[in-house]
C-alpha cells in the first residue's frame, strides 16, 4: 500500500502564495506519475496539476496555469503545489494522488479522477478577498 499525506494549506488574502505538500510512504518500489485535485463545497472534485514520474512533464488546468508549479523530489518522496496569485475560486480541499503506474502519459489520462489509484486525505486552502 501507499500513503499519502498533504500538508501545508491554509487561510491567505487573494494574491497571497501557499506551498502544498505531499509526503508519500509505504510501497516505494513503483514510482508514479502524481497528481493533485481539489474539491470545492458542493462541487465535484477536479484536476488541478499532474506530474510524470521523473519530473520531465507537468500539466495543468487552465484555471492554474501560469499560476500554480507542480514539482517533485523522488529523494525525499515528496510532490509540491506552488500556488501563486491565489483567487478566491482557489478555495477547496486539495488531494495529492498516485497515478495508476502503466498508463500513458496523456491529458486524458492524468485529468481523469477515477485513474488515480491512491489519494490523501487532503488539506484545506481558503483564499480570503
Known amino acids: 500500500q501507499v500513503q499519502l499525506v498533504e500538508s501545508g494549506g491554509g487561510l491567505v488574502q487573494a494574491g497571497g502564495s501557499l506551498r502544498l505538500s505531499c509526503a508519500r510512504s509505504?510501497?516505494?518500489?513503483?514510482?508514479?506519475?502524481m497528481g493533485w485535485f481539489r474539491q470545492a463545497p458542493g462541487l465535484e472534485r477536479v484536476f488541478v496539476a499532474a506530474i510524470s514520474w521523473n519530473g520531465d512533464s507537468t500539466y495543468y488546468a487552465d484555471s492554474v496555469k501560469g499560476r500554480f508549479t507542480i514539482s517533485r523530489d523522488n529523494a525525499k518522496n515528496t510532490v509540491d503545489l506552488l500556488m501563486n496569485n491565489l483567487k478566491p475560486e482557489d478555495t477547496a480541499v486539495y488531494y495529492c494522488?498516485?497515478?495508476?503506474?502503466?498508463?500513458?502519459?496523456?491529458?486524458?489520462?492524468?485529468?481523469?479522477?477515477?485513474?488515480?489509484?491512491?489519494w490523501g486525505q487532503g488539506t484545506q486552502v481558503t483564499v480570503s478577498s
Open positions: 509505504g510501497r516505494t518500489g513503483t514510482i508514479y506519475a
Open positions: 494522488a498516485a497515478l495508476s503506474p502503466g498508463l500513458p502519459l496523456t491529458i486524458a489520462a492524468v485529468t481523469h479522477r477515477d485513474n488515480y489509484v491512491f
